[in-house]
């Protein structure tokens, strides 16, 4: 009997472990030793190699211990595939047809299906129709179980259970039950933060920086210090660092104002792995209380925030206050800053941006900034009473410092650990345990480290400084407060409040 040089292929899907118990008639070991009985009866056969996909489902034919064995295979290198039967090669009907009945003829591999009974180099007249019949039922078999897992999820999205791996940024999974979801504290706050500052003004990229300057830690930095088999497409760089989309990103997530969304995209097809966007009727949408990071009112604002076409001055990374909010009475084009120098002092105003650009557009609906700004401040003070806000700490914006707090202590607890480690490094290298240049080497590191922590401590004091300086009408009290301010052409203002009639100054 002419003898072939084999390779085992072993394969378990997830859906087949039962739910976490493993079933043992299909389990790798199970199969592996099937196969090793069958290779004792057939001594002309020799195992070459071996190669398994665990956790890997039958429908598709793009697995990494497959290919790796289709590469040994177009090397010469093997001959003969053995499985312990058809469903562990594959359930999908017209791929696994293709490699059976065309790739492999073609490059003269033998397949045998032990638990089957099948063999290509001994295979009967009826093979021919049995083979397909059998693939078609494992087919089948994957198709039945893709619509009780469709419907299983279903179910428990309606019920209100989370069903994803994992959880988005600002929660994590309850200890008691994985089902449920609570809010993560650490995270939480970097929210509330990121929400401060998009609300007053800073822009997303200035941020971004002083978060990197902060080192706090990025939503995939995060995942990844817990340990976390996350990946995201939106990572392409090594280095885990915040940018400005990733800013908008997250302060547009529903989910800080403590809506559940489930089933936001969706398969078309048990074989099909690409995901796409689910119509709003297929979505899941259940309001949570526990789970507000944002409160309502806040939430508004913020989105109100990013939803005005406004950008920061050059140089600068902060936009004016009254950007998207006042406009021309005239044309309702913007007004744009203007700052004009004379005799030592800057004086500024606001000019119709059609006027700037040219003269016939429109008029010049011009107003200083300090009259603007009176005109606001006692219009605010005697529609809803508001005076300075250090005069009324109660009026203070919602959004604490706590993450500020938490992350200097933290570099505090970090300078304070490369403290130690440089005094134990510099026992071990005087008791002759690290030589000098290992010392040398380990030396430059803790020195890196100590200096990385002073430079967000700075930069976590300068935050704070700038929040304690914060008085007086912000930008985020004109969000919650006006509509729009139309200057019209006689130095008068008409003020639309955001849960008023309009009003004119």
């Given amino acids: 009997m002419k003898g072939c040089n084999a390779v085992m292929y072993l394969r378990l899907s997830k859906e087949e472990t039962g739910g976490g118990i493993l079933n043992e008639s299909n389990s790798i070991s199970n199969q592996r030793e099937m196969i ?11 195992l070459v190699n071996e190669f398994s996909d665990d956790g890997k489902s039958g429908v598709d034919f793009n697995r990494p211990g497959f290919l790796r064995m289709m590469e040994v295979l177009k090397k010469g290198e093997a001959d003969c595939v053995i499985v312990k039967d058809l469903s562990r090669f594959g359930r999908n009907y017209i791929d696994a047809g293709i490699y059976l009945e ?62 994803n791996a994992f959880a988005g940024y600002g929660f994590r999974k309850s200890k008691d039950d994985r089902h449920m979801l609570e809010v993560e504290e650490e995270t939480a706050e970097v929210i509330r933060f990121l929400a401060r500052c998009l609300i007053e003004g800073i822009s997303a990229a200035g941020i971004a ?30 280095d885990f660092l915040w940018c ?30 690409k995901r796409y966007p689910s119509s709003p009727e297929e979505i899941t949408r259940i309001k949570k209380e526990n789970l507000k990071i944002l409160t309502d009112g806040e939430f508004q604002i913020l989105q109100r ?27 309702g084009q913007s007004m744009v800053r203007r700052s004009v120098k004379r005799r030592e002092k800057v004086y500024r105003y606001y000019i119709c941006a059609a006027n ?48 500020l707090e938490k992350q ?49 401590e700075k930069e976590i004091l300068l935050e704070q400084h700038r929040w304690e300086k914060e008085q007086g009408l912000t930008r985020g009290l004109i969000l ?14 008409h003020i639309s409040f955001c849960f008023l009639p309009p009003f004119k100054s």
């Fill in 408 to 456: 200097l202590q933290k570099k505090r607890e970090d300078r304070e650990k490369y403290g130690s480690l440089s005094a134990a490094a510099y026992g071990d290298f005087r008791d002759g345990l690290l030589t000098a240049c290992e010392y040398r080497i380990l030396t430059e590191e803790i020195a890196d480290g100590i200096q990385s922590c002073e430079k967000a």
């Fill in 356 to 403: 700037k650009k040219d003269k016939n557009l429109c008029s010049s609906h011009m107003i200083s900034k300090e009259r603007l700004e009176k005109a606001l401040q006692t219009v605010t003070e005697k529609q809803f009473g508001l005076t300075d806000r250090k005069k009324n700490p109660k009026e203070k914006h919602r959004f604490s410092g706590k993450v």
């Fill in 244 to 273: 400005a989309g990733m800013v908008r990103r997250i302060a547009g997530e529903e989910s800080s104002s403590g809506w559940l969304i489930l089933g936001k995209t969706k398969s078309l097809g048990y074989k099909v792995k």
């Fill in 36 to 46: 090793r009985h069958f290779l004792e009866k057939h001594p002309e056969i020799t």
């Fill in 209 to 238: 920086k002083r978060l990197n300057a902060m080192g706090i830690l990025t939503p995939y930095g995060w995942k990844k210090a817990k340990k976390s088999t996350y990946v995201t497409a939106f990572q392409k760089r090594e």
């Fill in 102 to 163: 065309r790739v492999f003829p073609w490059m003269g591999i033998r397949f045998i299906a032990v638990s089957d009974g099948y063999d290509s180099e001994h295979a009967k007249a009826g093979d021919d129709l049995l083979l397909p019949f059998k693939n078609l039922m494992n087919d089948a078999y994957a198709r039945d179980a893709s619509l009780k897992v469709r419907s299983t999820l279903a179910a428990k999205r309606a019920n209100g259970d989370f069903v």
């Fill in 305 to 331: 925030a990013l939803s005005l076409d406004t950008r920061a001055a050059p140089g600068e990374e902060k936009i004016g206050k009254y950007s998207g909010i006042i406009c021309c009475g005239g044309c």
């Fill in 480 to 493: 919650w407060l006006f509509e729009k301010v139309e200057v019209m052409g006689s130095r008068e203002i």
